[in-house]
Nanobody
Framework: QVQLVESGGGLVQPGGSLRLSCTASGSRWHINAMGWYRQAPGNQRELVAT???????NYGDSVKGRFTISRDKFKNTVYLQMNSLQPEDTAVYYC?????????WGQGTQITVSS
């Protein structure tokens, strides 16, 4: 059973930065994609960023230029560096991991951007 452990959420002021991390364990199959999604109250879950294969990345339009996703393949860990955070970034952030047979979700970590 694949387990995901997320860390790094919390409260930050507008313009501030946070870094999320998510470590996957227990996968019998190669992990070929890792990423982050978020869901604000009343909204659908949306893409934040993904990183696949050799390092190709994809970002949601609202975070381009502010967030950076990276990955440590040896540690099966994905990171999300978030800069210039704004109140509209407030949401629960979910780690997502895919291997060749399934995809898995973390429990979610709350990020609140408020003064």
């Amino acid at each position: 059973q694949v387990q995901l452990v997320e860390s790094g959420g919390g409260l930050v002021q507008p313009g501030g930065s946070l870094r999320l991390s998510c470590t996957a364990s227990g996968s019998r199959w190669h992990i070929n994609a890792m990423g982050w999604y978020r869901q604000a109250p009343g909204n659908q879950r949306e893409l934040v960023a993904t990183i696949i294969g050799g390092g190709s990345t994809n970002y949601g339009d609202s975070v381009k230029g502010r967030f950076t996703i990276s990955r440590d393949k040896f540690k099966n860990t994905v990171y999300l560096q978030m800069n210039s955070l704004q109140p509209e970034d407030t949401a629960v952030y979910y780690c997502n991991v895919r291997n060749v047979v399934d995809e898995y979700w973390g429990q979610g970590t709350q990020i609140t951007v408020s003064s």
